[in-house]
């Protein structure tokens, strides 16, 4: 069993729930630049009136992630259910997966001095038996969808 998000972007309300939820659970430092999940604002008009679009994001498990082929020291590594995840202690700071990341869905944790990147909660959530995130689980407008 593969384990995948959805994202209902039309009900983003940008609250930001969803990134504090996934701070707190995961230790994610402050900062903008800090984080496993994000909601972005792109300014655009529709029928010539100002509109805002909201798309939530995050990493995207990919099945065939390129994060995963170039890392150099197997700390980009597929998990139990398709996870990609990363093994802190292996991490040399490369950041070729950084760099290799479609949705540029990682960050550098500088308390651990690694990679970082959203797990699905698996650290703090799935091993424990619960099969639900932490930033679904305060959605108020359900925009994540976890399974």
């Known amino acids: 069993m593969n384990y995948a998000m959805s994202l209902d972007y039309q009900s983003c309300i940008d609250c930001k729930a969803c990134e ?20 972005t604002q792109v300014e655009t008009s529709i029928f010539g009136q100002p509109f805002i679009s909201l798309h939530p994001s995050q990493c ?43 949705y540029d869905a990682r960050f550098v944790d500088d ?8 797990n699905f909660c698996y650290d703090t959530r799935l091993v424990n038996g619960e099969m639900t995130t932490a930033c679904q689980a305060t959605c108020p407008t359900k925009v994540r969808i976890f399974w």
């Open 20 to 39: 504090v939820a996934c701070k707190e659970e995961n230790g994610v430092q402050l900062g903008a630049d800090k984080q496993r999940i994000w909601v």
């Open 60 to 102: 995207n498990h990919c099945l065939d992630a390129p994060c995963v082929d170039v890392c150099p020291t197997g700390s980009s590594f597929f998990g139990i259910g398709g996870i990609v995840m990363t093994d802190k202690d292996l991490c040399i700071l490369c950041k070729a997966c950084m760099e290799a990341c479609p």
């Open 111 to 118: 308390t651990h001095v690694a990679v970082d990147k959203c």
